[in-house]
């Protein structure tokens, strides 16, 4: 349930599984102990998460839209969203269904230049 305001997610991710120095482990093929490799890795995933993240986020949130205004093409939803505000400005007293009835836009913010 939302009240319209900015959806914030607080999420975490287990750290990336390489190591900086490679542990003691056993070569089969020689039959003897051996240390394993070494691969190199990201600093930090956490900017590759942060994409992920956000596209779960907007496949939950376009589920639950799914879910609230039925439909099974994505030419009825328009229509749909237009209903609901309508339902929502009345429950409310706006007059003349004053709702979002215009398109939804991303609000997400440009990325920044530079770094890569």
Known sequence: MSNGQPLVARAWMKPIPTLA???ASW???LGQPAEA???RSDV???PAVAVVAEAMVALVVADALLVKLGGDHFEELPVALAAQAR???KAFGQAGGAGRSQPIRSRRRPRESGGR
Do not use: M
Request: net charge neutral; aromatic share 20%.
């Open 37 to 39: 490799f070494f691969e």
């Open 44 to 46: 930090t995933s956490v």
């Open 21 to 23: 120095r490679p542990l």
């Open 27 to 29: 070569d089969f093929a």
């Open 87 to 89: 339902r929502v400005a």
